[in-house]
């Protein structure tokens, strides 16, 4: 699986071919660093290991300072595995952009949604709520009802929807289309909506 790590810089427009003004995500993607390299041999998979936007030194553990040191590297912030990686990449070898992107490209997105809290089953569910209708009763418009039986079997049965911690999980989205690269700058521009707030890092799938 061909990848890369970048980090979502927020939304912008642009026209394409046709005239049309379409909404887009920036994706600053720096060149990846290949920190490990994994074989059949040696661990039972085929695999690569990428690093991306570096950290400070005295934030890292001494054990990834010295992992980072054998990629001949500085440390990174984020770390990413990628199975079955198709470019013949050697330790320490740097992967930019546009050796995997191209415009017109389709690709999938993975990111931590934003978190927003903790919210009623309205917001998270999408329950209707009873509107007006509520003979008299001051506190039921966004209630959930009911959520199980009485005597029997006395207990509320799992995965029943419910209000609860909403958003931050790790979401794909899948088939997405790379309208632009720019290499130059690190930058590619999805045509939609990415999962994550500003500044979170996403994992882009080819």
Not at 112 to 140: E, L, M, P, W, Y
């Amino acid at each position: 699986m061909n990848g890369l790590i970048g980090r979502k810089v927020g939304m912008t427009s642009i026209f394409n071919e046709a005239g049309q003004n379409v909404a887009c995500t920036v994706i600053e993607a720096h060149p990846n660093v290949v920190t490990q390299v994994k074989t059949v041999d040696s661990d039972g998979y085929n695999a690569v290991q990428l690093a991306a936007f570096d950290k400070r030194e005295k934030s890292t553990t001494n054990s990834l300072k010295g992992h980072f040191e054998k990629a001949s590297t500085a440390p990174k912030k984020k770390v990413v595995e990628f199975r079955n990686y198709p470019l013949d990449k050697q330790l320490g070898d740097s992967i930019a952009v546009d050796e995997i992107f191209t415009a017109g490209d389709k690709v999938s997105a993975v990111g931590i949604s934003k978190g927003k809290g903790f919210q009623g089953v309205v917001k998270r569910h999408g329950f209707r709520g009873v509107g007006d209708a509520t003979h008299g009763q001051h506190n039921r418009l966004r209630a959930p009802g009911s959520v199980g039986a009485s005597s029997w079997p006395s207990k509320v049965a799992k995965g029943i929807r419910m209000a609860g911690r909403m958003g931050n999980d790790t979401v794909k989205v899948k088939n997405l289309k790379i309208v632009k690269v720019l290499a130059e700058k690190n930058l590619i521009l999805i045509k939609g909506a990415v999962p994550g707030h500003n500044g979170s890092f996403v994992i882009i799938e080819k």
